[in-house]
């Protein structure tokens, strides 16, 4: 990760008509809370929703999770609505916009021209609602370096599998899981690693979606793990059993949390002058260098953001 950043290994789902799980969303302890106007929110039920969102960011009994607001996308009625009243009324304690279903970059320059001037007007520092833009179609993910790189806002890209399965035929209806037929392969590599490397070059976070099948938690680890082991950072999470395993999953384990400390250190001490002056040594049985001390440094900068606490201490040869 180029850009210290809060992290986002736990984000919850939360529609903006469920007031009940709204009020509940605020003390649990995940990342990221996004309250939702697009698709978990009833055509009939998004004015209502938005009015609820206002008054819960208006809530000050939050912990410290990011507050995203999911908008609906550019080619409904809704977004300047959405956008409008949510940061009018409550884009004090906005941190971002979620745009879902972004085809080019210029749906996300225009969230962020509408975001400048309602910042602006709204006597709010310039700059400070972040944009994640979420992949959910084939045109989108074709154009994802131009979205990546679209506007400085932009924190996060965040896969959207339902969507993005509906909208390249994919023949399944279990999100996550291999379509029937397909026996050579992980049906979604590709999709997961063009957004990963287009976070990486750019130096966002690169965010899966979510696992509908919320009673089976076995599932639920198993899709979570394998992004994980790819390098993504996080996960929507859409009930609270699975907060847990979000947020161990995307965390480092505590022996690689350890170990990237112990390499930090055992490099700054080699390469000084005391240590010797030296580009590459030994650390134990491994030799380290500099490539290895910039693979510590993101596993240490993630354990960190996590809050860990290291259990080993790095000492000196005599
Ligand atoms: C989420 O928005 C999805 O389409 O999977
Ligand atoms: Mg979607």
Not at 44 to 55: E, M
Not at 308 to 315: L, S
């Amino acid at each position: 990760m180029g850009v210290i950043m809060k992290p986002r290994r736990s984000v919850l789902a939360c529609p903006g008509s469920n007031t009940k799980m709204i009020g509940k969303a605020k003390s649990l302890p995940v990342d990221e809370v996004f309250l939702d106007l697009e698709d978990a929110v009833a055509v009939s039920a998004k004015a209502q929703a938005r009015a609820n969102i206002v008054a819960a960011l208006n809530d000050t009994d939050w912990g410290t999770q990011l507050r995203v607001v999911r908008v609906n996308d550019w080619s409904t009625a809704w977004t300047y609505t959405d956008v409008i009243t949510v940061v009018e009324g409550g884009g004090a304690a906005l941190d971002a916009i979620l745009l879902p279903k972004v085809t080019d970059a210029g749906q996300v320059r225009a969230l962020d021209l509408l975001l400048t001037q309602l910042e602006k007007s709204c006597g709010l520092e310039v700059g400070k609602i972040g944009i994640e833009p979420q992949l959910e179609n084939a045109l989108g993910l074709r154009n994802i370096d131009a979205i990546a790189t679209a506007s400085p806002r932009v924190q996060a890209l965040v896969f959207g599998p339902a969507d993005f399965m509906a909208s390249i035929n994919m023949r399944t209806l279990v999100v996550g899981e291999q379509p029937e037929g397909y026996d050579t392969g992980d049906a979604y590599h590709h999709i997961l690693m063009t957004i990963l490397l287009a976070a990486r070059a750019h130096g966002l976070q690169a965010i899966d979606g979510p696992y509908l099948q919320i009673r089976d938690l076995d599932g639920f680890r198993r899709a979570a793990a394998r992004t994980a082991a790819l390098g993504f950072d996080g996960k929507w999470v859409l009930h609270p059993s699975q907060i847990d395993a979000a947020n161990e999953i995307f965390s480092p384990r505590q022996s690689d949390y350890d170990r990237a400390e112990l390499i930090l250190e055992a490099y700054a001490f080699h390469t000084s002058a005391e240590g010797g002056s030296r580009g590459a040594a030994m650390l134990g049985s491994e030799m380290i260098d500099e490539a290895s001390a910039k693979m510590a440094a993101v596993i240490a900068e993630q354990g960190r953001a996590a809050g860990m606490r290291r259990t080993t201490q790095f000492a000196p040869p005599e």
